[in-house]
């Protein structure tokens, strides 16, 4: 069964600094991987979709890579703004299936 | 920009009662989900659907549990005798699938129902 790990589960930085969160999944067979952010007590907002073809995905000051072999990814914050404090989600759709397994989450603190 | 809804945001209900939580999915989309997340857990997949029946279902998803998209707009998530376990946030979600083209395969989320079970 896939099994999806994020590293760290809580990270601080003050205004202004880049950052990266990690997303680790088990098994390589995956279809695509989706980036969400979940603030306190609200819903998933998508953030970026890579499939399994691509190797990253851009989107203002977000860039998500994907290497499927080694089972990582990565979420690049550039620039990171106080209003980005969230809970950020990765969740990998195996080839085959439909649903999508999640990680536990990184939750960030940006420090004005 | 289009929207998934849920209703109601938050259903408070004693043990062994049957609740029903609502969705609307964005007006184009061919597939739906039900998701949870237990207080501090990761979110979990339930069911989804496509065509009018349940494609896949997790091991959560037992015979509590059933969905019916009753018209052409709502997607409704029935517990039947609601435990103390059940507690949680149900998210819904739907994608659209055209073929051809990959980058509609994003599943966007509801806000949630977060359901309390006394």
């Known amino acids: 069964k896939q099994e999806v790990t994020q590293i760290p589960a809580a990270l601080s930085v003050p205004e202004g600094e880049n950052l990266v969160l990690n997303c680790s999944f088990t098994d390589s067979a995956i279809y695509n991987l989706q980036w969400f952010r979940q603030d306190p007590g609200k819903g998933l907002t998508s953030l970026l979709l890579i499939q399994s073809s691509q190797r990253e995905q851009t989107s203002g000051r977000l860039n998500a890579s994907l290497d499927k072999s080694s089972g990582r990814s990565t979420l690049y914050i550039a620039a990171s703004q106080p209003g980005d404090s969230a809970t950020y989600l990765c969740a990998v759709r195996q080839t085959g299936a439909n649903n999508l397994f999640f990680g536990t989450g990184t939750r960030l603190t940006v420090i004005p | 920009e289009p929207e998934v809804t849920q209703t109601p945001s938050h259903q408070v209900t004693q043990m062994g009662q049957e609740v029903i939580l609502r969705c609307v999915p964005i007006s184009n989309h061919l597939y739906f989900y039900w998701y949870r997340q237990i207080l501090g857990q990761k979110v979990e997949f339930l069911v989804s659907?496509?065509?009018?029946?349940?494609?896949?279902k997790s091991e959560i998803f037992d015979d509590q549990f059933s969905v019916e998209r009753p018209d052409g707009s709502n997607f409704t998530l029935k517990i039947r005798s609601t435990k103390l376990e059940d507690s949680a946030m149900y998210f819904c979600a739907s994608r659209v699938r055209l073929a051809g083209v990959g980058s509609t395969d994003t599943q966007y989320f509801g806000p949630g129902t977060r359901l309390t079970v006394l």
């Open positions: 659907f496509y065509n009018n029946e349940i494609s896949e």
